[in-house]
C-alpha cells in the first residue's frame, strides 16, 4: 500500500496563477483533510472531508477551494496564488466516522513557493 | 489561551538521558489524544496514542491527567535518532477535526 500520496512534491508559482495539489489515498479511509504548515505556526487546516460527498472549511480556508472527488481523492486548488500561500501543505486520512477523529496518516507534502 | 499548547523548546539532551515533554488542552470535552513525531523537512507521522490509563512503548511512556488537563511524553534513554519536532494532537468528542499543538522540537547530542 501507498498510503497517501500528493502530487506535485515541488511547485514555484508566480503571483496570481492557479493550480491543483492532487492527493490520493489506498486505506478506503473515509475522512481526508488538507492542512498548511509555516514555520512557527504549526499545522493549520484548511479544508476537511469527514465522508465522501462532503467538506467543509477548516481554520484558513480563504483563497482554497476542494473537491472531494471520488473516496480515495481529495484536491486542493489555488485560483490565484498569492506569496502567503507559500507553505508546505500536507494531505492526511483517516478512518474517522461517528463523529470521532482517529489516527490521522499524513502524506509527503507539497512544497510550495508563490513570487 | 490556545487550545493545545506545548513548549517550543529546543530541549537540548546528551543521548542516555531521559527527558519529558508536557502538552496542556483547553477542553474539557477533549476525548483522543496522540503525540505524533515530525522529522525535518517529513510529515508528521504517528508515535503513539495516549490512554487514560497511561501507556508504554518500549522506551516511550505517555500519560493523560484529565484533572488538570494535559497529557505528557517520557522518553527513557534517549537516541541521536530519537531527534525530531513532537506534536501533541487533541481531538474533542463529537468532532472530526483533531486539533494539533504546535511542537516541542527534542535535539539529542553525541
Known amino acids: 500500500n501507498a498510503g497517501v500520496t500528493q502530487t506535485p512534491k515541488f511547485q514555484v508559482l508566480k503571483t496570481g496563477q492557479s493550480m491543483t495539489l492532487q492527493c490520493a489515498q489506498d486505506?478506503?479511509?473515509?475522512?481526508m483533510y488538507w492542512y498548511r504548515q509555516d514555520p512557527g505556526m504549526g499545522l493549520r487546516l484548511i479544508y476537511y472531508?469527514?465522508?465522501?460527498?462532503?467538506?467543509d472549511k477548516g481554520e484558513v480556508p480563504n483563497g482554497y477551494n476542494v473537491s472531494r472527488l471520488n473516496k480515495r481523492e481529495f484536491s486542493l486548488r489555488l485560483e490565484s496564488a498569492a506569496p502567503s500561500q507559500t507553505s508546505v501543505y500536507f494531505c492526511?486520512?483517516?478512518?474517522?466516522?461517528?463523529?470521532?477523529?482517529?489516527?490521522?496518516?499524513f502524506g509527503p507534502g507539497t512544497r510550495l513557493l508563490v513570487l | 489561551r490556545k487550545e493545545v499548547e506545548q513548549d517550543p523548546g529546543p530541549f537540548n539532551v546528551p543521548e542516555g538521558a531521559t527527558v519529558a515533554f508536557n502538552c496542556t488542552y483547553s477542553?474539557?470535552?477533549?476525548?483522543?489524544f496522540f503525540w505524533y513525531r515530525q522529522d525535518c523537512r517529513k510529515e508528521p507521522k504517528l508515535l503513539m496514542s495516549?490512554?487514560?490509563s497511561g501507556n508504554e512503548d518500549g522506551r516511550f511512556t505517555a500519560q493523560l491527567n484529565r484533572a488538570s488537563q494535559y497529557i505528557s511524553l517520557l522518553i527513557r534513554d534517549s537516541k541521536l535518532s530519537d531527534s525530531a519536532t513532537y506534536l501533541c494532537?487533541?481531538?474533542?468528542?463529537?468532532?472530526?477535526?483533531?486539533?494539533f499543538g504546535r511542537g516541542t522540537s527534542l535535539i539529542v547530542h553525541p
Open positions: 486505506m478506503n479511509h473515509n475522512s
Open positions: 495516549v490512554y487514560s
Open positions: 472531508s469527514a465522508s465522501e460527498g462532503t467538506t
Open positions: 492526511a486520512s483517516s478512518e474517522a466516522g461517528g463523529g470521532r477523529s482517529k489516527t490521522q496518516y
Open positions: 494532537v487533541v481531538n474533542k468528542g463529537g468532532s472530526y477535526i483533531p486539533t
Open positions: 477542553n474539557s470535552a477533549s476525548q483522543s
